[in-house]
């Protein structure tokens, strides 16, 4: 029993998915979280095609990497802003 081509391919996207998965959650960074997410979205968008949903393909690149990928960075920017802005925030005298 012989794998095409697009069965082999299946496979491994939906490995890398996996590993996409597992990494998000064990990650340091929050911006490595970010862009681990991401390609999971877009990973997830090639598999919708390869399933022949081209809706579900666009939908998932437009929210999954576009608008949500967008919102996470803007979020992890605004937390770095306000953490240069007050670095010593809710320190006592004694603590600093």
Same mark, same amino acid.
């Given at each position: ?6 069965? &082999?391919?299946? &496979? ?22 970010? %862009? &681990? !997410?991401?390609?999971?979205?877009? %990973?997830?968008?090639? &598999?919708?095609?390869?399933? =022949?949903?081209? #809706?579900?393909?666009?939908? =998932? ?10 919102? !996470? ?9 306000? #953490?240069? =802005?007050?670095?010593? =925030?809710?320190?006592? #005298?004694?603590?600093?």
């Amino acid at each position: 029993m012989a794998l095409t081509m697009t069965e &082999i391919l299946k &496979i491994i996207l939906l490995v890398l998915l996996i590993v996409c998965a597992v990494s998000v959650n064990l990650t340091k960074t929050l911006l490595q979280a970010v %862009i &681990i !997410f991401m390609s999971y979205s877009s %990973i997830m968008c090639v &598999i919708w095609v390869l399933m =022949e949903s081209p #809706d579900l393909a666009i939908t =998932e690149a437009a929210v999954g990497a576009g608008v949500s990928g967008t919102l !996470f960075l803007m979020t992890l920017r605004r937390i770095r802003a306000e #953490d240069v =802005e007050s670095p010593g =925030e809710g320190k006592t #005298d004694h603590q600093r």
